[in-house]
Protein backbone atom coordinates (compact mmCIF):
# COMPACT_ATOMS: atom_id res chain seq x y z
CA UNK A 1 0.00 0.00 0.00
CA UNK A 2 0.99 3.14 -0.87
CA UNK A 3 0.86 6.39 1.21
CA UNK A 4 0.46 8.66 -1.87
CA UNK A 5 2.10 9.59 -5.62
CA UNK A 6 4.96 10.94 -4.79
CA UNK A 7 5.85 11.86 -8.68
CA UNK A 8 2.02 13.65 -8.28
CA UNK A 9 3.09 15.70 -5.27
CA UNK A 10 6.30 16.48 -6.71
CA UNK A 11 4.67 17.54 -10.03
CA UNK A 12 1.77 19.47 -8.12
CA UNK A 13 4.47 21.59 -5.65
CA UNK A 14 6.96 22.60 -9.03
CA UNK A 15 3.17 23.49 -10.65
CA UNK A 16 2.46 25.50 -7.27
CA UNK A 17 5.75 27.32 -7.00
CA UNK A 18 5.50 29.91 -9.83
CA UNK A 19 1.73 30.96 -8.61
CA UNK A 20 3.55 31.60 -5.26
CA UNK A 21 6.71 33.06 -7.03
CA UNK A 22 4.35 35.39 -8.81
CA UNK A 23 2.96 36.99 -6.06
CA UNK A 24 5.84 37.15 -4.09
CA UNK A 25 8.88 37.23 -5.89
CA UNK A 26 11.14 38.26 -3.21
CA UNK A 27 10.32 35.51 -1.53
CA UNK A 28 11.13 32.95 -4.18
CA UNK A 29 14.37 34.73 -4.98
CA UNK A 30 15.42 34.29 -1.49
CA UNK A 31 14.19 30.58 -0.81
CA UNK A 32 16.49 29.82 -4.41
CA UNK A 33 19.29 31.85 -2.63
CA UNK A 34 19.53 29.46 0.13
CA UNK A 35 18.72 26.36 -2.05
CA UNK A 36 21.90 27.69 -3.71
CA UNK A 37 23.68 28.71 -0.58
CA UNK A 38 23.18 25.29 1.13
CA UNK A 39 26.25 23.41 -1.38
CA UNK A 40 28.49 26.71 -1.91
CA UNK A 41 31.41 25.50 0.18
CA UNK A 42 31.34 22.42 -0.86
CA UNK A 43 32.11 20.61 2.26
CA UNK A 44 29.12 18.57 1.70
CA UNK A 45 28.57 16.48 -1.53
CA UNK A 46 25.21 16.41 -3.04
CA UNK A 47 24.26 13.13 -1.92
CA UNK A 48 25.07 13.60 1.43
CA UNK A 49 23.20 16.94 1.76
CA UNK A 50 20.43 14.92 0.05
CA UNK A 51 20.97 12.58 2.53
CA UNK A 52 20.71 14.86 5.64
CA UNK A 53 17.61 16.83 4.41
CA UNK A 54 15.50 13.62 3.96
CA UNK A 55 16.26 12.87 7.81
CA UNK A 56 15.41 16.60 8.49
CA UNK A 57 12.50 16.37 6.41
CA UNK A 58 10.88 12.75 8.07
CA UNK A 59 11.67 14.91 11.73
CA UNK A 60 9.17 18.25 10.29
CA UNK A 61 7.23 15.67 8.96
CA UNK A 62 6.86 17.57 4.92
CA UNK A 63 5.34 15.72 2.58
CA UNK A 64 6.73 18.04 -0.09
CA UNK A 65 9.74 18.39 1.31
CA UNK A 66 10.13 14.19 1.32
CA UNK A 67 9.01 14.21 -2.32
CA UNK A 68 12.13 16.75 -3.56
CA UNK A 69 14.23 15.21 -1.36
CA UNK A 70 14.01 11.92 -2.51
CA UNK A 71 14.18 12.94 -6.05
CA UNK A 72 17.18 14.81 -5.35
CA UNK A 73 18.87 11.71 -3.73
CA UNK A 74 17.84 9.36 -6.23
CA UNK A 75 19.59 12.00 -8.91
CA UNK A 76 22.37 12.77 -6.79
CA UNK A 77 22.84 8.26 -6.61
CA UNK A 78 21.85 7.88 -3.03
CA UNK A 79 21.34 4.01 -2.46
CA UNK A 80 18.61 2.37 -0.52
CA UNK A 81 21.05 1.27 2.26
CA UNK A 82 22.12 4.98 2.58
CA UNK A 83 18.66 6.39 2.78
CA UNK A 84 17.48 3.60 5.62
CA UNK A 85 20.83 4.82 7.61
CA UNK A 86 20.18 8.42 7.21
CA UNK A 87 16.05 7.74 7.68
CA UNK A 88 17.72 5.66 10.89
CA UNK A 89 19.44 8.66 12.38
CA UNK A 90 15.98 10.91 11.94
CA UNK A 91 14.16 7.93 13.47
CA UNK A 92 16.99 7.75 16.77
CA UNK A 93 16.84 11.39 17.08
CA UNK A 94 12.63 11.70 16.87
CA UNK A 95 12.87 9.49 20.08
CA UNK A 96 15.68 11.15 21.99
CA UNK A 97 13.72 14.55 21.15
CA UNK A 98 10.69 12.73 22.60
CA UNK A 99 12.72 12.01 25.87
CA UNK A 100 14.81 15.10 26.02
CA UNK A 101 11.25 17.13 25.94
CA UNK A 102 9.64 14.79 28.11
CA UNK A 103 11.91 15.53 30.90
CA UNK A 104 10.69 19.27 30.32
CA UNK A 105 7.59 18.65 30.37
CA UNK A 106 7.96 16.57 33.68
CA UNK A 107 10.17 19.54 35.04
CA UNK A 108 7.57 22.26 34.19
CA UNK A 109 4.36 19.98 35.41
CA UNK A 110 6.28 19.88 38.98
CA UNK A 111 6.96 23.61 39.07
CA UNK A 112 3.95 24.52 37.86
CA UNK A 113 1.76 22.02 40.18
CA UNK A 114 3.51 23.41 42.98
CA UNK A 115 2.75 27.15 42.14
CA UNK A 116 -0.68 26.31 41.52
Known amino acids: MAFMKWTDLLDTLKRS ?8 PKMLEAYRGLTLAQGANEALDAKTRELI ?3 VAVTTRC ?3 ISS ?16 AALGVA ?6 AAYVYSLRAMEAFGELKTAA
Open 63 to 65: DGC
Open 53 to 55: AMA
Open 17 to 24: YKGLGNTN
Open 91 to 96: IALNAG
Open 69 to 84: HAAAAAKAGATEAEMS
